[in-house]
T-cell receptor, first 112, second 112 residues
Framework: DVKVTQSSRYLVKRTGEKVFLECVQD?????MFWYRQDPGLGLRLIYF???????EKGDIPEGYSVSREKKERFSLILESASTNQTSMYLC???????????FGSGTRLTVV | QKEVEQNSGPLSVPEGAIASLNCTYS??????FFWYRQYSGKSPELIMF????GDKEDGRFTAQLNKASQYVSLLIRDSQPSDSATYLC????????????FGTGTRLTVIP
């Protein structure tokens, strides 16, 4: 089974800090995604990537950036954390169109 | 209109009953449809996918797709308390794109 690993299950950061969320998948998937999930709002796409060094903005990219230097790793960066970025962050990967996503276990980030 | 819409619930059914979860989508050209189950505090896991009109059965789960009505549903037969979770509908909206659009989910409670 494909495995998507997110480096931290829980994180607490201070306002203004630069935050790195790491995601690694082990099945050579081309496509990787970062979502945040908030009660009542569902899953919202932040950024996605179809290939190494390639990135595309999702629906809510403001305040975030991403890095994909290697195929298996997709990092989400909060340039200057704010309290409204407190959320559950989910990474996912898929081999391509027509296939479902496999999600990581999620990172619950609290910004204080 | 949202790309993917679900009744947020909550939906409560007695143990052993059939639970019916519904989803509508906006783009008539959508090709791939997925159902995810998400337990509280956990990440979504893929339980069913369907590409063609009609029914697809897997154990106690049946996915139903009606492209003419832009409607996809999930039936859970012989519902168990362990089925209590939020169910997310996801649709591959745009041809050639790999990203899925998610509904906000329906919370199901199976009452023992």
């Amino acid at each position: 089974d494909v495995k998507v690993t997110q480096s931290s299950r829980y994180l607490v950061k201070r306002t203004g800090e630069k935050v790195f969320l790491e995601c690694v998948q082990d099945m050579d998937h081309e496509n990787m995604f970062w979502y945040r999930q908030d009660p009542g709002l569902g899953l919202r796409l932040i950024y996605f990537s179809y290939d190494v060094k390639m990135k595309e903005k999702g629906d809510i990219p403001e305040g975030y950036s991403v890095s994909r230097e290697k195929k298996e790793r997709f990092s989400l960066i909060l340039e200057s954390a704010s309290t409204n970025q407190t959320s559950m962050y989910l990474c996912a990967s898929t081999p391509g169109q027509g296939n479902g996503y496999t999600f990581g276990s999620g990172t619950r980030l609290t910004v204080v | 209109q949202k790309e993917v819409e679900q009744n947020s619930g909550p939906l409560s059914v007695p143990e052993g009953a059939i639970a019916s979860l519904n989803c509508t989508y906006s783009d008539r050209g959508s090709q791939s449809f997925f159902w995810y189950r998400q337990y509280s505090g956990k990440s979504p896991e893929l339980i069913m996918f369907i590409y063609s009109n009609g029914d697809k059965e897997d154990g106690r789960f049946t996915a139903q797709l009606n492209k003419a009505s832009q409607y996809v549903s999930l039936l859970i037969r012989d519902s168990q308390p362990s089925d209590s979770a939020t169910y997310l509908c996801a649709v591959n909206i745009r041809a050639g794109a790999n990203n899925l659009f998610f509904g906000t989910g329906t919370r199901l409670t199976v009452i023992p």
